[in-house]
């Protein structure tokens, strides 16, 4: 892809229609992703808010092969045991459908982790010794909003972190430095659509919130 395309690519996605349509795509194609759109995807990450303006965030984006299969060998078994119950809670006909659709997407992601073209993981300083998660999410939702403007599927994952200090370790983060989130990107066999969610109507309060039990 030509550099002049990467700069305008994306550019055109009105905001709030991006944010309606950002939907987690798990089925990626295994056809590179230019590092250029990488930059870029991160660098909307960086214009983020952090506490004091800390820009707390770093980013590794994982590429090679093997690379990818050693962190792929560490997230599927961990991924399918945290899926287990609802694996089994869907043999139930009443199962809905639409749950039933995103655990697929995600156990096929658990599957296939090794073939995503790039897996990002999104890193931060701790503050008095703790992992500021709260820090770092805004930047990880922009990242998944680029990789929307731009056509690229995405997906925020955690299960990484069962394996602690052991996957940091190896993407050479230090202690002070740990990840909070990997993200599969690459060029999406879905579509973005809107997601289901349920209505503002029934989360907004003016006021004072009533009826939350
Ligand atoms: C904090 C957090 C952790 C998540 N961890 C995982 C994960 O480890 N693996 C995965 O496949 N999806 C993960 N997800 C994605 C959610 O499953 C997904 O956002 C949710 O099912 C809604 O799907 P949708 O965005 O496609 O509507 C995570 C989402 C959040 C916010």
């Known amino acids: 892809m030509a550099e002049i395309e990467i700069d305008t690519l994306g ?3 009105p905001l709030l229609e991006g944010i309606r349509t950002t939907r987690s795509l798990r089925r990626l194609k295994p056809d590179p992703v230019p590092p250029a759109l990488i930059r870029k995807v991160c660098e909307a990450a960086t214009f983020a808010p952090s506490g004091g303006n800390r ?7 994982v590429t090679e092969p093997e690379r990818k299969a050693w962190i792929a060998d560490r997230y599927r078994p961990a991924f399918l045991e945290y899926i287990a119950p609802a694996v089994e809670a869907a043999k139930d006909p009443e199962y809905p459908e639409t ?7 995600a156990i096929h992601l658990a599957e296939h982790l090794h073939e995503a073209p790039v897996l990002l993981f999104v890193a931060g300083w701790t503050r008095r010794g703790r992992p500021q998660l709260q820090a770092l999410m805004p930047a990880v939702q922009n990242v998944l909003l680029a990789c929307r403007a731009v056509g690229l599927g995405a997906c925020l994952t955690q299960l990484h972190l069962a394996f602690g200090r052991e996957i940091d370790e190896w993407l050479g983060l230090p202690e002070n430095c740990p990840s909070c989130a990997m993200i599969p990107i690459g060029w999406p066999r879905g579509r973005y659509a809107r997601p289901s969610r349920r209505s503002v109507d029934t989360c907004l309060f003016w006021e004072r919130a009533e009826g939350i039990d």
């Open 11 to 13: 550019e055109d996605v």
């Open 99 to 105: 749950q039933r659709k995103n655990m697929r997407a």
């Open 55 to 61: 820009q707390p965030w770093f980013f590794v984006a």
